[in-house]
Antibody, heavy 123, light 107 residues
Framework: EVQLVESGGGLVKPGGSLRLSCAAS????????MTWVRQAPGKGLEYIGR??????????DYTAPVEGRFTISRDDSKNTMYLQMNSLKTEDTAVYYC??????????????WGQGTLVTVSS | EIVMTQSPATLSVSPGERATLSCRAS??????LVWYQQKPGQVPRLLIY???TRATATPARFSGGGSGTEFTLTISSLQSEDFAVYYC?????????FGQGTKLEIK
């Protein structure tokens, strides 16, 4: 059974930084394309970014609201993905989900979701 | 960037009836379309991908249709557990994008 467990959320001041982790089990992590999605309180879902498997270059893609501020990385030896968030804004307040796609959908069809970790950006 | 628009925002249907939710893309996404269900306080759940392929454990009463820019999610006979928010999402071009959601509520 695939399990994704996020950690690292919390309260941070505007302009601050936070690093989220996603520990994965029950899958061949090294070949997985992994994605971060967030959901602001009472709002809809929003893609943040994805990281491809090393086989596909291990490259990352981001959406415009976080480009240049957020960085996704992975450590295949630890079956863990990370989200480094810098220059945080109040509008980054959300539950952050780690997700895994249906294979061969390019990180598109998100089959497995963690329980999410809440990030609150407030002074 | 592809904009996904769902309609209606809220749909009121009685249990046992049929519900049809719509999703429109601002440009063609071929069949690279997903539907998710989210209940209050829960994590989104994948229902349909590839516009019409049911995910594992998705009941047969859920069906997806369409291609290009127009898509539908049909629930043939609503059960109490189906009342939730439904999101469509395209994965044709990065950045992938979600619709704003349709809330399916009990009439």
């Amino acid at each position: 059974e695939v399990q994704l467990v996020e950690s690292g959320g919390g309260l941070v001041k505007p302009g601050g930084s936070l690093r989220l982790s996603c520990a994965a089990s029950g899958l061949t992590f090294s070949s997985a394309w992994m994605t971060w999605v967030r959901q602001a309180p009472g709002k809809g879902l929003e893609y943040i970014g994805r990281i491809k498997s090393k086989t596909h270059g291990g490259t990352t893609d981001y959406t415009a609201p976080v480009e240049g501020r957020f960085t996704i990385s992975r450590d295949d030896s630890k079956n863990t993905m990370y989200l480094q968030m810098n220059s945080l804004k109040t509008e980054d307040t959300a539950v952050y989900y780690c997700t895994k796609d249906v294979p061969l959908t390019g990180g598109g069809a998100l089959e497995h979701w963690g329980q999410g970790t809440l990030v609150t950006v407030s002074s | 960037e592809i904009v996904m628009t769902q309609s209606p925002a809220t749909l009121s249907v009685s249990p046992g009836e049929r519900a049809t939710l719509s999703c429109r893309a601002s440009q063609s996404v071929s069949s690279n379309l997903v539907w998710y269900q989210q209940k209050p306080g829960q994590v989104p759940r994948l229902l349909i991908y590839g516009a019409s392929t049911r995910a594992t454990a998705t009941p047969a009463r859920f069906s997806g249709g369409g291609s290009g820019t127009e898509f539908t999610l049909t629930i043939s006979s609503l059960q109490s557990e189906d009342f939730a928010v439904y999101y469509c999402q395209q994965y044709k071009n990065w950045p992938y994008s979600f619709g704003q959601g349709t809330k399916l509520e009990i009439k």
